[in-house]
């Protein structure tokens, strides 16, 4: 896959807006985001028609900016969807199923260590998310922050492969997490507490290394 799909990924369900949901998702499309990831869990979460009919609102949307529509760990709602494609945790049956029920989709895993990071590439994953960098809030069961020495190692052993980084990251930090060799960063609170998506979304959009 092009990595510049990674540049901005924004992930989002409506647990983690402050407001309206997809009222968030276009601001940050119009603004520049170019992945999006719906993950809606957490506590208050939507499920059932209304989990469905909200993650079709969303893709409708990212449509409509022609940015990739991926499904956080839900094989069976992404080939539903026929979304763009799927992001999913350590499970390389996962990978191995949507890839054989899904051709020519994006597949992303979340990667805490080299091990992981070898089976992802093995799996055949697209791309890996890599985090948590630093301290977040968004995910209550979030491993312990990462720093960005792992980050730096496994770009230098796959120079070439797509690497996206989560967790803790803002307009800040953002740049230093380029420099140590993301292609692109994946962010929820920041976006979807932001006053100013749009201001947001360009410093996040400019924080190049």
Do not use: W
Not at 8 to 25: K, Q, R, W
Not at 57 to 85: M, T
Not at 116 to 128: I, P, Q, T
């Amino acid at each position: 896959m092009n990595p510049d799909v990674l540049n901005v990924y924004f992930i989002m369900g409506t647990v983690n807006c402050v407001e309206p949901p997809l009222d968030t998702l276009e601001q940050a499309l119009q603004a520049g985001i170019t992945c999006f990831q719906f993950r809606e869990k957490g506590e208050g979460c939507l499920n059932g028609e209304a989990y469905e009919t909200f993650a079709r609102n969303c893709q409708k949307l990212c449509k409509d900016y022609g940015v990739p529509f991926i499904v956080n760990d839900d094989v069976e709602l992404a080939l539903k969807l026929d979304a763009d494609g799927i992001h999913v945790g350590q499970d390389d049956l996962a990978i191995t199923e949507f890839r054989a029920r899904a051709e020519n989709k994006i597949i992303g895993v979340s990667v805490h260590n080299e091990q992981e990071m070898e089976l992802a590439v093995r799996s055949g994953a697209d791309y890996v998310g890599i985090g948590p960098i630093y301290p977040t809030k968004s995910k209550k069961d979030a491993k312990p922050p990462a720093g960005l020495g792992f980050l730096k190692k496994v770009r230098s052993q796959y120079p070439s492969f797509p690497i996206v980084a989560i967790g803790g990251i803002n307009e800040m930090n953002a740049s230093e997490v380029r420099l140590a060799g993301a292609d692109g960063i994946s962010v929820i609170s920041v976006i979807c507490e932001s006053s100013n998506v749009e201001g947001t979304i360009q410093k996040l959009r400019g924080a190049r290394g």
